[in-house]
């Protein structure tokens, strides 16, 4: 199975039940304008809020790398966004273009082997971070984008497989949002004292092998009753 493939075609159909047909010209179905560079440069900003780099405050923090690794998948939805976008409008190719020209990035190979933990001290870390929203904003093809991106996914300890579960359950809890009222504003992300990616982070930890189908089932029997 080519894992990419398979997330860029959700992401495609998550893009096209939110948005609408045609998102890749800019709008969404409620005329809203799609702007997936803010959108990512945003997630950034949090993954780094993530580090404790503030000399002022916190300084004996310890990085979160469980939210890292959060914020990390929000980041990956945006770019695939960006991507697809890319490709339709520039006519580069299909889904499955985009999805084997990431399969042969220089850093690929190193992405599809285990994780490791970053040698790198967390300053070092947010300045790959930062190499990516330079990317975003510097007019760099969408191979350059994904290559900065995957350097960020690597440090944040995930790999190819880590980041294929993660990305899955993200998107299906961004299914289960848009059903519970997500863009109306009436959906409860906090649940029983924490956010809604922690309580679907830990149904996949309990369950590596779960359906998507099996996961939504279980969002629903999680999600606060009122």
Partial sequence: ??????????????????????????????????????CTYLECAELIESYPWKHWKNIDAKPDYANIKIEAVDIWHFIMSQGLQD????????????????????????????????????????????VLIKTLFC????????????????????NLDALYQLYVGKNILNKFRQDHGYKEGSYIKIWNGEEDNVSMQRLLEENEDITPQALYEALEKAYPKG
């Fill in 87 to 130: 490709y339709k409008r520039e006519n580069l190719g299909s889904i499955e273009t985009l999805a084997k020209n990431i399969n042969h990035l220089a850093n690929f190979s190193t992405f599809s082997e285990d994780t490791q933990e970053s040698s790198k001290d967390y300053y070092e870390q947010i300045a790959v971070v930062e």
């Fill in 139 to 158: 007019g760099e093809s969408t191979e350059k984008l994904m290559e900065a991106f995957i350097d960020v996914a690597v440090q944040s300890e995930l």
């Fill in 1 to 38: 199975m080519d894992k990419i493939l398979q997330m860029l075609e959700l992401q495609q159909e998550l893009n096209d039940a939110t948005n609408g047909i045609d998102w890749e010209d800019g709008l969404t179905k409620n005329a809203k304008q799609i702007d997936w560079k803010r």
